[in-house]
């Protein structure tokens, strides 16, 4: 039987664990890379987390995978993950595929508004 979004978002929810901006901050104090897989124009709209890489979800594996030419080297399976969208549904998918390609710490922040809503620090992309 074919998967449905649903099966997908319940998979990737069990697999991906949700952190609130203060465990994200943690994080990134230890050196975590994070990640906003909106498109460039909900970025370029918004902004995004400080430091934050915008890498869409449609060229993650892309970009997560050393051995294609358009991977990038801020991606390493020993760093830890910390990946937002607008609401989280993107964030955790993503995070499952990274954990299918071995990323083992790989963390949903959920949507950019929990970031700004807990007074993380933003830019402009």
Same mark, same amino acid.
């Given at each position: =039987?074919?998967?449905? &979004?649903?099966? =997908? @978002?319940?998979?990737a929810n069990a697999a991906v664990e949700k952190i609130d901006?203060?465990?994200? +901050?943690?994080?990134?104090?230890?050196g975590a890379v994070v990640i906003d897989v909106r498109d460039a124009p909900e970025? !370029? *709209?918004? /902004?995004? &987390?400080?430091g934050a890489l915008n890498i869409s979800r449609g060229m993650l594996?892309? +970009? *997560?995978?050393?051995?294609?030419p358009y991977h990038n080297p801020e991606l390493r399976t020993d760093r830890p &993950?910390?990946?937002y969208? !607008?609401?989280g549904g993107r964030a955790a998918l993503? /995070?499952?595929?990274?954990?299918? @390609?071995g990323y083992? +710490?790989?963390f949903n922040l959920g949507g950019f508004k929990d970031w700004t809503e807990a007074g993380g620090e933003t830019e402009k992309d």
């Open positions: =039987m074919p998967k449905t &979004v649903k099966d =997908m @978002m319940a998979e901006a203060a465990r994200a +901050r943690k994080l990134l104090d230890e970025v !370029a *709209a918004s /902004g995004k &987390v400080k594996e892309f +970009r *997560a995978d050393p051995a294609t &993950v910390v990946l969208c !607008a609401s993503s /995070g499952k595929l990274l954990k299918d @390609m083992a +710490r790989v």
